[in-house]
């Protein structure tokens, strides 16, 4: 049973965020945030009801210059300034629990908590739009460069706009239940999360803006989010069209998949084809001496420097971590991780990269090749070896040593100690695990590759290993609910005012509308009312970044991602005019 209407600040009738709204049928999405050493947590990564009537137009006016002395406040604008401190934190009181007809959220809440938000109306003017970047799962502290100087700041600058960061129900500081307890993580979905945002929309009052009127329907609403916050505004769009006018989806990972060992796919077409030829082999070294040839075990993870690493699979993940750098790869100098091209500079180098490795002589290592299947290639998997042991031992083994930790502690997913810890200060760790744990899947395995070809990672990385955390900490042994979010369209995902923007060498592409599975092989036509766009060359949401003008260069921000943040800026203010012209016509009715 849908609930009441309520009625708007504005005075308008709004749509209810129903406690059992109909889904959008259709076809059956960090990513983490940064992904922990060793973890097997999927990285970071990372949305229907009747349209209202408006109330009538407001006239454009000239920029309010509200220019205040705090610097806190925000309606000041303040560039090359840490943005924590140039943004004032806000909340909003939201409820715990919209959706009191579904079991699985028993014993319900009619409670409510504050949810976290900054906002910046530095290029306001009347009958300019609010952007909302839904921050996902992480801290949204670290969204707010792109308000500053980001995607967001982008779109409210061309739109006379104001941008907000919003934070997600269970990261950062919004958190509705006193800890994180298994039984207290129940109101973590994304159903109940997309109700936040549009009702926040709905019932937000933005301090110094008090005399306007900014809630949805009657100001025109835009999201914008990156990866599982990609998928969570495509979403919002579908769910919620009365309340968000359009939305831009990132990196959007629509489609959830428990085993999604394409992950490493995009790195094995578009990467460095030697680095790619080394890593497998080098991988599957590893696999065939700790899956076939197990008398050579200890001496291989003595050789990395990793033998008091209880655990064979956390072994084989430690060594499978480098490659998952290409993720962090970004246009931005500022928060490019270049570990990627180190670890492939390393393993392809001709000659020995460092000689720290002095345990390690050319004898025990060409032992190791030939028990590990590769005894004809010992010249030119020799060096190759070394190199990679050193790498290990250089950004692995020792930086957890000199810290005075065990391996185990640092490492293993076997940890069921570490696991039972579920204060608030564990969120960091455990609040999007157990979103994938039970709705998203994406774990990411080297058990899942075609036995026809090598995996990037170790096949070591299974199912049963990648959800050690499920079981731990959840006590979830069963595979993830994907059909929930599946229902709201996966890979076909398409509606008016929806964006789908990509990166063309994205590990994420493949749950993404631009995968090559989508059943239209991810080749739509890209238009205004729905774009479509590919950022060639680009990894994950490549767009969500800027530059100051005094950063930009030639070719910084790159040609392509230029390109595609004027094609958002162009589409958002042509919905922006549908949204007045429309609202210009109930108005006059």
């Known amino acids: 049973m849908l609930e009441a209407r309520p009625v708007g600040l504005c005075g308008n009738v709004m749509s209810a965020v129903s406690r059992a709204p109909s889904l959008f049928a259709a076809c059956t999405v960090t990513l983490l945030l940064s992904q922990n050493a060793g973890s097997a947590f999927p990285p970071s990564l990372f949305i229907v009801g009747g349209r209202s ?74 009958g300019g739009p609010v952007i909302v970047l839904q921050s996902g799962e992480t801290d949204a502290t670290g969204r707010l460069p792109f308000l500053q100087k980001g995607i967001v700041h982008k779109l409210a600058q061309a739109t006379n706009g104001i941008g907000v960061i919003l934070e997600h129900r269970y990261y950062g500081a919004s958190f509705p239940t006193p800890d994180l307890s298994t039984p207290n993580l129940r109101f973590l979905t994304t159903e109940q999360a997309l109700a936040d945002m549009a009702y926040f929309a709905q019932h937000v009052v933005f301090e110094g803006l008090e005399d306007k009127c900014l809630t949805a329907p009657s100001t025109a609403y ?67 001496i700790l899956r076939n040839n197990t008398k050579y075990t200890a001496q291989l993870k003595s050789a990395f420097g990793l033998e008091s690493l209880t655990y064979d699979d956390d072994f084989a993940q430690v060594l499978s971590n480098p490659i998952g750098g290409w993720q962090g790869r970004n246009w931005d100098p500022a928060i490019n991780d270049p570990s990627f091209y180190e670890y492939c500079g390393n393993i392809t180098s001709l000659s020995l990269v460092s000689n720290t490795t002095t345990t390690n002589d050319t004898t025990t290592v060409q032992t190791l090749l030939q028990a590990g299947g590769y005894a004809n290639a010992t010249s030119t998997l020799t060096t190759p070896m070394l190199n990679f042991i050193n790498y290990i031992q250089q950004n692995w083994v020792l930086p957890v040593l000199s810290d005075n930790r065990t391996l185990d502690e640092a490492y293993s997913n076997h940890n069921q100690t570490f696991f039972a810890q579920d204060d608030l200060t564990q969120a960091e760790w455990r609040s999007w695990p157990y979103q994938y744990c039970t709705q998203w ?71 993404s509308p631009h995968s090559l599975q989508a059943p239209d092989g991810g080749n739509r036509t890209s238009t205004t009312e729905r774009p479509f766009l590919l950022i060639e060359g680009a990894v994950h949401h490549w767009d969500e970044n800027g530059l100051f003008p005094n950063e930009t260069t030639a070719e910084l921000p790159p040609a392509p991602v230029k390109e595609v943040q004027a094609d958002e800026v162009a589409f958002v203010k042509a919905w922006l005019a549908e949204f007045d012209a429309e609202k210009g016509r109930k108005g006059k009715a």
């Not at 831009?248 to 085993?259: L, R």
């Open 53 to 126: 009537v408006r109330s009538g137009t407001r006239p454009l006016a000239e920029a309010r210059c509200l220019v205040q002395e705090n610097l806190n406040s925000p309606l000041q604008r303040r560039d090359d300034v840490d943005p924590s401190t140039l943004y004032k934190e806000h909340n909003i009181s939201v409820p715990i629990d919209y959706f009191h007809n579904d079991t699985k959220y028993e014993p319900h809440s009619n409670g409510t908590f504050p949810l976290r938000y900054w906002f910046d109306a530095s290029y306001y003017k009347d």
């Open 222 to 288: 835009f999201g914008y989010g990156g990866s599982y916050a990609g998928a969570f505004v495509a979403f919002l769009r579908v769910l919620y069209p009365e309340v968000y006018y359009g939305t831009i989806s990132s990196s959007g990972v629509t489609e959830a998949i428990w085993d999604f060992w394409r992950y490493y796919e995009p790195v094995r077409e578009y990467g460095p084809p030697d680095c790619i030829d080394k890593q497998t082999k080098l991988i599957n070294v590893v696999d065939n």
């Open 441 to 511: 899947g994406f774990l990411q395995t080297g058990s899942g590759v075609p036995t026809t070809e090598l995996p990037l990672v170790s096949r070591l990385l299974t199912l049963e290993y990648n959800s050690l955390v499920c079981k731990y900490a959840f006590n979830i042994t069963t595979p993830p609910d994907t059909d929930a979010i599946n229902k709201y369209g996966g890979w076909n995902i398409s509606y008016d005012r929806l964006a789908i923007v990509d990166g063309e060498q994205d590990p994420w592409r493949g749950a």
